[in-house]
């Protein structure tokens, strides 16, 4: 039988199965057994060894010794390992997090003289689409690492100017697309907009009202609020969190019809799954909705809540400032901090796109990105919570009382 066609039979099944699911999960929650803390040392550790594996992955090697930025394991890391520091009593950035910013400030200096992290040969027109995803995705990395010194460095300020000047007339980028939901996939040029948009939104000397830029933004703005309308919710998620960092991207309302329509998609356990965020919700169709339960391979999709769709959603709601006491946050937070593999550090997700095993390498990308929003989003609740409501826990540091 055709893929097509195993998919369509395996549907109902897999509806019924994923209901029975929720319903289990649900209980779970109910009961109120769930963990009131988490563990960074773990998470961190986590996080460090995946990222060592990556620069050292034939696969993600390019030119001039350097290695590709990727949206599901070393994006996130940046974004997520300096958040643990302080829990750690780190002093400074990690060995890894320093040989990141030293790739992407050696490809910044090189510029064009750097290959394109995809071209066309064998490809098929890879070259723009890797130019325009590299330049978005240098200078968030940048602008994130200078934010916590305070300094627009020189290297973030030629990233910008390079991000600009490739932006295109209606205001997105090119984007590097593999069919791939949900950040290398057609509608993933939105999720590129929003990423540039936070870039600006995060950088510090008050980069965003640099005179010589408000026509770009001018045209991003129009950009993600035409759009807006017609995107996925995970795609709406990022700019929620990137209207939280670049005040005026969009309007109150629509910052508002973004919470209620995350809140509406939480499931029966707490959390929010990664394959009813990723696909479209207006324009319904039989392919949209076996799309819902069934990977292109045929392969039923996890029916219950995963990390990164749970961490993203709690993370931007948090952000956008729903209250704490929200009873929805709690509820995602709580799952959160039941759900974190208690050996190994991380979270657990999984591709919305074909079937791999759970502990191969290409198999833990989403959950390395699960790992790294799941640590942004609980540090984020750390900053606002009561402290008896949840504590972050450390083994080494319990052992020392």
């Avoid at 070259?127 to 978005?136: I, K, L, P, Q, Y």
Wanted: glycine share 8%; hydrophobic share 40%; aromatic share 8%.
């Amino acid at each position: 039988m055709k893929a097509g066609g195993v998919r369509a039979v395996g549907l109902l099944m897999c509806i019924l199965g994923a209901t029975v699911a929720c319903s289990h999960s649900a209980g779970k929650v109910s009961s109120g057994k769930v963990s009131n803390s988490w563990d960074p040392k773990t998470a961190a550790a986590y996080l460090d060894s995946r990222e060592s594996w990556w620069m050292g992955w034939t696969a993600s090697a390019r030119d001039h010794g350097t290695f590709c930025i990727s949206c599901h394991s070393n994006l996130p890391y940046a974004l997520a390992r300096p958040a643990v520091r302080g829990a750690l009593a780190e002093q400074g950035p990690s060995p890894n997090e320093q040989r990141l910013f030293e790739n992407v400030v050696k490809r910044v200096r090189l510029g064009n003289a750097a290959g394109p992290y995809y071209d066309d040969k064998g490809y098929g027109h890879r070259t723009g689409d890797s130019r325009g995803t590299e330049a978005v995705l240098n200078a968030l990395v940048l602008s994130s690492h200078d934010g916590r010194s305070g300094k627009l460095s020189e290297e973030a300020r030629a990233a910008f100017d390079n991000m600009w000047a490739l932006q295109q007339s209606e205001g997105a980028w090119l984007w590097l697309q593999f069919d791939q939901e949900p950040w290398e996939a057609s509608d993933s040029v939105f999720y590129g907009a929003t990423l540039a948009a936070m870039a600006v939104g995060i950088s510090p000397e008050n980069y965003a009202a640099t005179p010589a830029i408000q026509e770009n933004l001018k045209r991003l703005r129009e950009y993600v609020n035409r759009e807006s309308g017609r995107q996925s919710t995970i795609n709406r998620i990022f700019l929620l969190w990137a209207a939280t960092k670049l005040p005026g991207l969009i309007s109150p309302g629509e910052q508002q019809a973004i919470i209620h329509e995350v809140l509406t998609r939480q499931q029966a356990d707490g959390g929010w799954r990664l394959a009813s965020i990723s696909w479209k919700w207006n324009r319904w169709s039989l392919k949209s909705l076996v799309n819902m339960w069934l990977r292109e391979d045929g392969t039923p999709m996890d029916g219950k809540s995963d990390g990164l769709a749970t961490s993203l959603a709690t993370l931007a709601l948090q952000e956008a400032g729903v209250p704490r006491d929200n009873p929805q946050l709690q509820r995602g937070l709580a799952w959160l901090l039941s759900n974190q593999n208690s050996e190994e550090g991380f979270w657990a997700a999984t591709s919305v796109n074909k079937r791999r095993h759970r502990s191969s390498e290409t198999g833990r990308f989403m959950s390395d990105a699960a790992t790294a929003f799941a640590v942004l989003s609980l540090t984020e609740s750390q900053r606002t919570m009561n402290p008896a409501a949840a504590v972050v826990h450390s083994p080494e540091a319990s052992s020392t009382n």
